[in-house]
């Protein structure tokens, strides 16, 4: 699977952000998705995940309540809607898939996905 992440941009403080990817090459209604996100110096950290059915969402504490991860199986896309957003969410976004069963447990670990995305940078200014 192809993953190509888009909708990254630059926002002031406070705004919101739509960021999409969308897959190719089979398709993904079975897997797993995930976003993460890496700042400039540091690792490279998880934001969310979602289950193939969409009825299972986990969410990093730092972006809990102000991002909203869905899918649209029928199109092969994965969102992530971002509001409220602080300079610390500047980053560039990754999304990543996993196509074996997993357990919620596993969604916040980067090893767990077997295929990612280039990325797409979102700066917000303060």
């Known amino acids: 699977v192809q993953l190509q992440a888009s909708g990254g941009g630059l926002v002031q403080g406070g705004g919101s952000l739509r960021l999409s990817c969308a897959a190719s090459?089979?398709?993904?209604?079975?897997?797993?998705m995930g976003w993460f996100r890496q700042a400039p110096g540091k690792e490279r950290e998880f934001v969310s995940a979602?289950?193939?059915?969409?009825?299972?969402?986990r969410y990093a504490d730092s972006v809990k309540g102000r991002f909203t991860i869905s899918r649209d199986n029928a199109k092969n896309m994965v969102y992530l809607q971002m509001n409220s957003l602080k300079p610390e969410d500047t980053a560039v976004y990754y999304c990543?898939?996993?196509?074996?069963?997993?357990?919620?447990?596993?969604?916040?670990?980067?090893?767990?996905?077997?295929?990612w995305g280039q990325g797409t940078l979102v700066t917000v200014s303060s």
């Open positions: 990543a898939g996993r196509s074996q069963p997993s357990s919620r447990s596993l969604y916040d670990l980067d090893y767990a996905y077997d295929y």
């Open positions: 979602i289950s193939w059915s969409g009825s299972s969402t």
């Open positions: 090459g089979r398709t993904f209604s079975r897997d797993v």
